[in-house]
């Protein structure tokens, strides 16, 4: 993989959990953290940054199911739900 694959690989693909999409699903978060850890990747998709995070996060990801719930959450997309977090 190269330099440009890092920062441009479409990352809608892979993502290894749901999509944070409804404040109703933030609230089923909430109240399936106390039983289970809840991870919300807030990502923006202008910036570079968010991006090789994102992608080094995917690339890095070895965690069952178990051990936490890994949300994807577009913050320019969903802004307010991105507020309301």
Not at 17 to 25: A, C, V, Y
Not at 44 to 71: G, H, M, P, Q
């Amino acid at each position: 993989m190269g330099l440009f694959d890092t920062f441009f690989r479409d990352e809608k693909n892979v993502w290894p959990g749901p999509k944070l999409e409804d404040i109703k699903q933030f609230d089923i978060l909430m109240i399936n953290s106390f039983s289970t850890p809840q991870l919300i990747f807030k990502h923006s998709t202008r910036c570079s940054i968010s991006r090789f995070v994102l992608n080094a996060f995917i690339a890095n990801y070895c965690y069952s199911t178990n051990d936490f719930k890994a949300w994807y959450l577009d913050l320019l997309a969903y802004r307010s739900i991105s507020n309301v977090i």
